[in-house]
């Protein structure tokens, strides 16, 4: 808008004072971006002298090498499993807290530890818990073989359930799953974890967004004949929560897909590959193995993942729970 | 339509008590404002009749009926709250539905697209829109049917909460200061929109402000409320011109009325700045009692000893009539004189002048506020 800015006699100051801004912008986003989306089209490695470039390959072995299915199936699992869930329990929870009466602040803050603990020193903690032998989690498991009463209702025998093919009577039997060291389990306990960590937060902006929810609606909900509780959370709290809901769904959503901590002090991505997420193989592939051009191609497809989301959001925003 | 009747009502939240063990009789189809200053309890109490709210004791009956156990969606009223309290994400049409939806769908149908499965969906939906189509037509919202609370003005968002009142047919309107958010010109307005839809629907109202001029002009009773006590409940003119309490006399009125400090002597005679004026009261000691007269009963006159001698210190013109602020030797308060812009000639800013006023416009009080009364009450003008 050339005729807009010539307008204003100062705009060489205006310029000069959104410069450092800019510059920095650039300098620190985009041009690491550019850079990468470069690097993906060829087959650098750090080091090396020269840069060969080998056009779409590395974005073919992406969508076509069986690790990389593996990276995505794996990444879409705990995605999948991770973002309705902790939003969910989040939900859940801050609907709960918001109803007492005493005793917020203490829920507030044991939900909110994991969130504040550093990620790689819990996972530690979980390492210990889920270890197979000395973990207090099969420990616990094990000693519940002993009592009848929680023998019989965990596996079903109460009702005429037979033992064996119950889960828990197979783990009585057996033993009790390796849950890191298994590929049927270790991406779910991967999982479990990220849920654990997560939830907390939601819960904070689920009871942010609660708290602003004007009382008068609630009463005039009522006033109006919406007598049951659900009735009034269908027709108050959850519409006002759209906003916040999306908020919520969209950073858990990006911070499932850029999960690793835990993958990299827990598994480092196997056993055989089934945790091999997105964030752990840019990891493996660019900085363990050198391969930067690979590591960059999946960088930019996680990119154009996160992307994507945002600009899912965005739409939403505008479209459909924008109120004011 | 129905009668609504507190029995001795009392609410305390913690330790402070915000209304103290009143009662009131709402006749059906009244027209009744409640009226005091902000924090006097006047929400409170109406949400304690909306259900909204229990009380520590006390009970509130709906056409004789005891209520108090009943939920808010079971004692059948409508509420207009100050904040309109429309459901944002809906549209005009939905926030009017909702009321008729709540009561007369199932929970199945309740939900959107489901309904359409349900059977005698159909009927239902088809009285609910007749319904919300006659009350927007009422109110003038239907061009407006499909926008959100938030695209538009207050008296429209005003008239949408009325509407998803009077969409239903409940027992009883209660009001919560519908029109403090308003502007001055929207809310004369609203006022004689409101009177005509209660003359319409014939229907009781409970009317809380805490502004005197909408209590005055809007309501068959009105019931001042001062600190969580029920002071005085009557008609407009029992309450401006019979006030039972000097806080009534000062709350009602615009502008205020005027309060003089005055003390009696021995034999009963009321005296104004050490000279008595003429009446007496039956208690014959001496005590300090405060004269009230309204603006209008105040004049100018000529100087005599019984006369009051004062300083004009302002003048407002207001183009039909003016106020003189006069400052009284020993008097705290300045007071204000009414009086025709035609009697203004020759008065100016610092003119000494001296006010009288008619004995029968003169209100007692006494040092706790009690209204006295002047015995005998001889009709005499205090300069004469
Ligand atoms: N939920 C509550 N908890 C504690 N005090 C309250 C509560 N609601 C109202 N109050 C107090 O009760 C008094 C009366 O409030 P309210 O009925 O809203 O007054 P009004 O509507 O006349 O302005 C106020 O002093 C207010 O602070
Ligand atoms: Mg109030």
Same mark, same amino acid.
């Given at each position: ?324 | ?192 929109? !409101? ?26 009773? !009105? ?162």
């Amino acid at each position: 808008m050339p005729d807009a800015l010539s307008r204003y006699p100062h705009q060489g100051i205006a310029i000069g004072l959104v410069a450092p801004a800019m510059v920095l912008m650039v300098v620190i986003l985009f041009v690491p971006i550019l850079i990468a989306f470069l690097l993906s089209f060829t087959s650098y490695s750090l080091g090396s002298e020269q840069l060969n470039w080998v056009g779409l390959d590395n974005y073919r072995k992406v969508f076509s090498k069986s690790t990389y299915q593996k990276m995505f199936s794996s990444t879409l699992l705990y995605v999948a499993v991770v973002v309705p869930v902790s939003v969910g329990l989040g939900l859940g929870a801050s609907l709960l807290i918001h109803s007492l009466k005493f005793g917020q602040n203490l829920y507030k803050t044991i939900f909110f530890l994991p969130v504040m603990a550093a990620l790689l020193a819990m996972a530690i903690a979980w390492e210990f818990a889920l270890h197979p032998t000395i973990g207090i989690i099969n420990h616990t498991l094990s000693a519940g073989c002993e009592s009848n009463g929680w023998y019989s209702f965990a596996t079903g025998s109460w009702y005429g359930n037979d033992v064996s093919t119950s889960w828990y009577g197979r783990g009585c039997e057996k033993g009790f799953p390796l849950w890191l060291g298994n590929k049927d389990y270790a991406m779910w306990t991967i999982a479990f974890i990220g849920i654990w960590q997560a939830f907390g937060f939601n819960m904070v902006l689920y009871l942010a967004g609660l708290s602003s929810i004007s009382p008068e609606l609630y009463h005039s909900a009522e006033i109006d004949g919406a007598r049951s509780a659900w009735s009034r959370f269908r027709l108050v709290t959850w519409p006002m929560l759209g906003p916040t809901t999306v908020f919520v769904l969209t950073i858990t959503l990006i911070r499932s897909f850029q999960v690793f901590d835990t993958v990299e002090a827990l598994t480092s991505g196997g056993p055989v590959k089934s945790t091999y997420v997105m964030m752990y193989a840019i990891f493996e592939k660019a900085i363990k193995h050198n391969l930067v051009g690979i590591g960059a191609a999946i960088t930019v497809v996680f990119l154009s993942f996160v992307m994507l989301i945002t600009l899912i959001q965005r739409w939403l925003v505008d479209r459909r729970v924008h109120y004011a | 339509m129905a009668s609504i009747s507190l029995r001795n009502i009392g609410k305390s939240f913690g330790q402070t008590n915000v209304i103290n063990r009143l009662g009131l009789d709402i006749a059906d189809g009244e027209f009744l404002t409640l009226v005091g200053p902000s924090g006097c309890g006047k929400s409170t109490l109406l949400r304690i009749i909306a259900g909204l709210e229990t009380p520590t004791e006390g009970d509130v009956l709906i056409d004789g009926k005891a209520s108090i156990k009943l939920r808010p969606s079971e004692r059948n009223l409508a509420m207009v709250f100050q904040s309109y309290a429309l459901y944002p994400h809906l549209s005009v049409y939905d926030n009017i539905a909702v009321p008729m939806r709540m009561r007369q769908f199932t929970r199945w149908q309740r939900i959107p697209f489901v309904r359409r499965l349900v059977k005698g969906t159909r009927s239902v939906s088809q009285d609910i829109d007749e319904k919300v189509k006659a009350v927007s037509e009422k109110l003038g919202l239907s061009p407006l049917l499909n926008r959100k609370p938030g695209e538009l003005s207050g008296g429209q968002k005003q008239r949408v909460a009325l509407g998803r009142a009077i969409v239903r047919d409940p027992v009883a309107f209660l009001f919560d200061e519908p029109l403090s958010n308003l502007d001055a010109k929207l809310r004369v307005h609203m006022r004689s929109e !409101i009177i005509d839809l209660q003359r319409k629907l014939a229907s009781t109202f409970v009317y809380v402000t805490h502004d005197q001029a909408e209590a005055m002009t809007m309501s068959d009773r !009105i019931a001042v409320m001062m600190q969580g006590d029920l002071i005085q409940v009557g008609t407009p003119e029992d309450i401006y011109l019979n006030p039972q309490d000097l806080r009534v006399a000062e709350f009602i009125g615009s502008p205020k009325i005027n309060v003089l400090s005055a003390m009696t002597n021995q034999f009963g005679q009321v005296c104004l700045n050490e000279t008595p004026v003429r009446f007496r009261i039956a208690d014959e000691s001496s005590t300090e009692i405060s004269i009230a007269v309204r603006p209008e009963s105040l004049f100018v006159c000529n100087p005599s000893p019984a006369a009051i001698p004062g300083q004009i210190k302002h003048i407002e013109y207001m183009g039909d009539q003016a106020y003189l602020y006069v400052d009284i030797e020993k008097q705290s308060q300045r007071i204000i004189i009414k009086v025709l812009p035609t009697q203004l000639a020759g008065y100016e800013i610092g003119s000494a002048i001296h006010v009288g006023f008619d004995a029968k416009d003169a209100l007692l009080f006494d040092q706790d506020g009690q209204r006295i009364y002047a015995t005998p009450s001889p009709r005499s003008v205090v300069n004469a």
